[in-house]
């Protein structure tokens, strides 16, 4: 299943080995209700340019993406993860961009400590252009825009470029340009939590009666539930509960030798009291 993202003539970020995946994206990985699903990616650039990414996603059938920034995990290699709260089919796919804001901060920084004055007066007015960038794009930016374009005219400017707010504030607001979007759209399927595990017990509901009793019912069987989960067991599951067939029937030990009050095995359908979609009525209801 493929994205319909928008693609771009000009791209610098490559993004390769998105995982979890199940044959490249071509079936749906399976998780359980409550899970995270940890989503990883080589995203890179060519350069020295810092590179963003992000993860999408949504649940099947919604229009909104949500978006939930990466981090790095070493050599190229990024990680995000989200939970998967509802059962059904989820959505997810990566995205990356080349961090202009992070970048100079981070080399406004290293250049701070060589101290060379002229060079900071220069990359303090390229951090005010970046600024008047997002102040154009992003509306609800302007006001912080025109605070932060104020302080980097001040005395105090070189302070402030390389201040954790600023860098606080390019991480809310970045300037995004030329983004790559992974090009196959991935899905995982959630079922619900005891699909992760169960232990599963079967008896013949017959069989459930008390000592002295000639035929089990489901409340018989019903009495018997709480030994079971003393037992460490999940699920209860019985063999067949149709009337039993009438023809070709064996007795007791698989023999064809039928004696009367035999019942007969309970995989043979096909009587007067009724088919496979009916129920034995000595069992109840």
């Known amino acids: 299943m493929k994205g319909n993202f928008k693609k771009y003539n000009?791209?610098?970020v490559i993004i390769e080995n998105v995982s979890p995946h199940v044959n490249s994206g071509q079936y749906q990985v399976k998780r359980t209700q409550g899970e995270h699903l940890i989503v990883s990616a080589?995203?890179?650039a060519?350069?020295?340019?810092h590179v963003t990414a992000i993860l999408l996603w949504r649940k099947s059938g919604q229009r909104k993406w949500q978006e939930q920034w990466m981090s790095a995990v070493g050599n190229d290699r990024w990680q995000s993860s989200f939970l998967l709260e509802e059962k059904g089919v989820y959505e997810y796919t990566v995205k990356g961009?080349?961090?202009?804001?992070?970048?100079?901060i981070h080399?406004?920084?290293?250049?701070?400590?060589?101290?060379?004055?002229?060079?900071l007066d220069v990359q303090v007015q390229i951090g005010?252009?970046?600024?008047?960038?997002?102040?154009?794009?992003?509306?609800?930016?302007?006001s912080a825009c025109a605070k932060w374009i104020k302080l980097l005219q001040s005395e105090t400017a070189n302070e402030h470029a390389s201040s954790e707010e600023l860098e606080s504030f390019f991480r809310q607001f970045p300037s995004i340009e030329f983004e790559?979007?992974?090009?196959?759209?991935?899905?995982?399927?959630?079922?619900?939590?005891?699909?992760?595990?169960?232990?599963?017990?079967s008896f013949f509901p017959r069989s459930g009666a008390p000592a002295g009793s000639d035929h089990g019912t489901f409340s018989d069987c019903e009495k018997l539930l709480p030994r079971i989960k003393e037992l460490g067991f999940d699920i209860v599951y019985f063999p067949p509960i149709h009337p039993i067939g009438s023809a070709f029937r064996k007795g007791k030990n698989n023999t064809l030798d039928i004696k009367p009050g035999e019942p007969g095995c309970p995989y043979a359908?096909?009587?007067?009291?009724?088919?496979?979609?009916?129920?034995?009525?000595?069992?109840?209801?």
């Open 10 to 12: 000009r791209s610098r």
């Open 42 to 44: 080589d995203v890179f």
């Open 46 to 49: 060519d350069g020295h340019d």
């Open 97 to 104: 961009f080349i961090n202009h804001t992070e970048t100079w």
């Open 107 to 119: 080399d406004f920084r290293k250049r701070l400590g060589a101290g060379d004055a002229k060079e």
């Open 128 to 142: 005010i252009g970046l600024i008047q960038g997002i102040a154009k794009k992003q509306a609800k930016a302007k």
């Open 180 to 201: 790559t979007t992974a090009e196959r759209l991935y899905s995982c399927v959630v079922h619900r939590r005891r699909a992760g595990f169960s232990a599963w017990y």
């Open 269 to 285: 359908t096909g009587s007067a009291a009724g088919g496979h979609k009916d129920i034995l009525s000595e069992l109840g209801t």
